[in-house]
């Protein structure tokens, strides 16, 4: 019974003992480790750019699966029977081992292909027995470990085609232009065959040898019944390829994906097609900036309709060298936002009922805590309307504005928006956050120019993807789709470059609400707009943060944006989404709810926006026969006539009757009915424009010594009016129409009365500093 057992123990042992061995017996560490080039796809699956690997070679990601064709040609040339051994064909060794006892020489190795890829895994060791079986023993583990599909899908990921291209998706890439699925009979055919002599593949080798054993194995799966005679003939008649250079067409986009962990095959929503026009028409823009001093250019192209991106240039750059930041990846790095927010904060204000489109919103020298805005021309309208503001970008209504939402606010509503970058708290940023006093991304901010317009057609709006087989959750817009179409309907009126607002008149225009942006300091030029289909970003300016003087976002970046529109073709701008907009009733000349004392216009705004202030520009006055002004102390109530008049503050009036000639100030006060007009009139007819109130004047000496003089300056209702000028007890002199004066006054606090021609005072404090 022992000796017995011991015949029966000893094989059950070593039985258990190689099946131990192929279950627990560790895989080569390279079938897990290794270094793949970067490929970039867009949405067809086209090659965009590519990386190579860190050693040089040009290695793709792995396929999961190999494709029909190749897996056909592949079994007919290397291994008919691999779907049956179990990763060492006997039949192939012995038929080996004669051929090789023949020949007296090696010339075959009866290899199967998971042996092949064991000699792969192995990094190629010398071609002797011991290598040989330890080849085999290892094949015998990957089947063990693998299926038969992940061993072929393994080999064709590993396999050499030929100087450093590596893999199946490499080699069908850079000699065929296209992906290994779209692979026809005679591109199969002689990759299958191309491993086996990959030298065969460039030019001025042998290349006949590699037709022919392309064809001989076309024959031989002809004869196995897997093509027809046409095929076959016209598979034969296909030319050999040649190696095709990678397109660089995102490179900068493919450093950031990278950068973010995206993986060696990164599958965009980008069009290569669109990609390589937008690219062009940019290289064209350069190189006219170019000889402007601003030499980096970046572009974003997104369809909003399913919110994808469609081109992106991270850079393109037209100068020498590195200078300017060629290599940086301008357009997800944060930059000045000029004017871009405007709008923003135009659709917030909206929604938070602080305003209508119509609505005026004052434009005059402005200070708060010392911050004095300007608008671009360094001019004043007094009072413009909320919409026109907008579109003409003018900064001090903007920063007006942003000081009654509340900067807080703003920067909490930015950030649901979708800007990353504001990093500061609220208070750092100041008035200066709707002016550019803030960074923000071209890709970003034109994912939510995007979304804006997205959100007034649907409803709702997703964020912005650029990676293909991703789809973010609509999630709530800050902005409502009423308010968003509103402002978009603004930025419609935006005029276009050289060509004011006569652009409307040319047959190839098409509507397109667009906001272009200049930073401090002549940095960063930007133009982001939308049509019916698309929204399209543009930064202009220098890498380096150089400044051109030239530089301007309706001038240098716009021009870019517009030609871009024009390649993209028209499309049909949203409707106004009715459902989420009402009608109210506001003065034609403000933009305030009508209260009756002023013809009124029906105008749309946003449906849960509750704005609710009455016109404070319209007053009932009581004129003679003569057209002065009367009140009941001084005039029969029946000799009077009653007016409704427009009237705005005596500041902002000065400026807009400028330009507005058709304004009339009120008429003067009868003589006798000075005493009590001043009652009557709560307000005096009359403003400071200078100094502001409480402010803090520094009055620098003259050569001499002397402490100079600065210049105070008023501004009053009636043309003709008199000013009778004091400083603190003292009384100076008196102006008439252009009310000036030159003042000098010592360190410390003064007060600066004023009184009229009919008496009504004004009084304004201020500080001069010290020296």
């Not at 895994?121 to 089947?143: C, I, M, N, Q, V």
């Not at 004017?339 to 004052?362: E, N, Q």
């Amino acid at each position: 019974m022992s000796r017995r057992w011991r015949r029966v123990a000893v094989p059950l042992a070593l039985l258990l003992a190689a099946l131990a061995w192929l279950q627990w017996a560790p895989l080569p560490a390279s079938l897990q480790r290794v270094d793949y080039a970067t490929l970039m796809l867009d949405r067809h699956g086209r090659p965009l750019a590519a990386r190579i690997a860190g050693d040089q070679q040009w290695r793709f990601a792995p396929v999961t699966t190999v494709p029909d064709k190749y897996r056909r040609a592949l079994l007919a040339f290397e291994d008919r029977r691999f779907p049956w051994h179990p990763g060492v064909d006997p039949v192939a060794i012995a038929r080996a081992a004669l051929a090789n006892a023949r020949a007296g020489r090696v010339v075959s190795g009866g290899s199967t292909l998971t042996m092949q890829l064991a000699r792969l895994l192995r990094e190629d060791p010398p071609r002797t027995l011991d290598e040989k079986a330890r080849e085999a023993l290892l094949a015998l583990r990957l089947e063990w470990h693998l299926s038969k599909d992940e061993i072929l899908a393994e080999y064709a990921s590993r396999a050499p085609f030929g100087g450093n291209t590596v893999g199946l998706r490499a080699a069908a890439w850079r000699y065929f232009r296209r992906p290994p699925e779209a692979l026809s009979w005679a591109e199969a055919a002689l990759l299958a065959v191309l491993p086996n002599s990959p030298a065969l593949i460039h030019p001025g080798r042998d290349r006949d040898r590699l037709r022919a054993k392309r064809d001989r194995l076309l024959a031989r799966l002809h004869e196995q019944g897997e093509l027809d005679a046409d095929d076959l003939a016209l598979a034969r008649l296909e030319p050999l390829p040649r190696v095709h250079e990678l397109p660089s067409l995102a490179p900068r986009l493919l450093d950031t994906l990278s950068a973010d962990g995206g993986g060696p095959l990164l599958r965009t929503t980008l069009d290569a097609d669109l990609q390589r026009r937008v690219r062009e028409l940019a290289g064209r823009h350069g190189r006219r900036l170019g000889r402007q001093g601003v030499h980096n250019l970046a572009v974003v192209v997104i369809d909003h309709r399913d919110l994808e991106t469609r081109a992106y240039l991270g850079n393109v750059q037209h100068g020498d060298g590195d200078t300017y930041g060629a290599a940086v990846d301008i357009a997800s790095r944060p930059r000045s936002t000029g004017s871009v927010l405007k709008p923003l904060l135009y659709g917030l204000m909206l929604d938070a009922g602080l305003i209508l489109p119509d609505t005026l919103i004052p434009d005059l020298p402005t200070n708060y805590g010392g911050y004095s805005p300007e608008n671009f021309d360094r001019e004043y309208r007094g009072a413009v309307p909320a919409h026109e503001a907008l579109a003409r970008s003018l900064n001090v209504p903007a920063v007006r504005l942003l000081r009654r939402y509340g900067v807080g606010r703003f920067h909490d509503q930015l950030r649901a928006l979708g800007m990353t970058t504001l990093f500061r708290p609220a208070d750092d940023y100041g008035l200066t956050l709707v002016l550019g006093g803030a960074e923000g991304t071209l890709e970003e901010l034109t994912g939510i120019y995007a979304r804006l317009i997205a959100t007034a057609r649907d409803g709702q709006a997703a964020p912005v993807t650029r990676l293909a087989g991703i789809t973010p959750v609509a999630e709530p817009f800050a902005i409502s789709p009423g308010a968003a179409w509103l402002t978009l309907d603004a930025l419609r009126d935006v005029a276009r470059p050289g060509t004011a607002r006569q652009w409307r008149l040319y047959r190839s225009s098409q509507p397109i609400a667009w906001k272009t942006g200049t930073s401090y300091g002549l940095r960063d030029a930007w133009a982001i707009g939308s049509n019916g289909r698309y929204t399209v970003g543009v930064w202009a300016g220098n890498g380096n943060g150089e400044p051109a003087p030239h530089l301007g976002g309706a001038d240098t970046a716009a021009p870019l944006m517009l030609d871009v529109f024009s390649l993209l073709g028209p499309a049909p701008f949203p409707e106004p989404p009715l459902n989420d907009l009402k009608q109210v009733r506001v003065c034609a000349d403000d933009g305030y709810l009508a209260g009756g004392r002023c013809t009124a216009n029906t105008v749309l705004a946003p449906l849960h926006g509750h704005f609710q202030t009455v016109t404070p520009h319209h007053r009932r006055v009581h004129l003679d026969g003569n057209g002065q002004r009367v009140h009941g102390g001084c005039e029969a109530v029946a000799a009077m006539q009653s007016r409704d008049w427009f009237v705005l503050p005596p500041a902002q009036a000065w400026f807009y009757r400028q330009r507005h000639p058709d304004y009339r100030p009120l008429p003067a006060w009868r003589s006798d009915c000075l005493a009590g007009a001043r009652a009557l009139d709560a307000d005096p007819p009359m403003a400071v424009l200078y100094p502001h109130a409480g402010a803090g004047l520094y009055i620098p000496r003259e050569l001499g010594g002397r402490r100079g003089q600065a210049v105070f300056r008023v501004v009053h209702e009636r043309a003709g009016a008199r000013l009778f000028w004091h400083l603190d007890d003292r009384y100076l002199g008196v102006t008439e129409h252009f009310h000036e004066w030159a003042l000098r006054a010592d360190p410390g606090w003064h007060t600066l009365t004023l009184v009229d021609d009919q008496g009504f005072r004004l009084q304004r404090r201020f500080k001069v500093l010290g020296d």
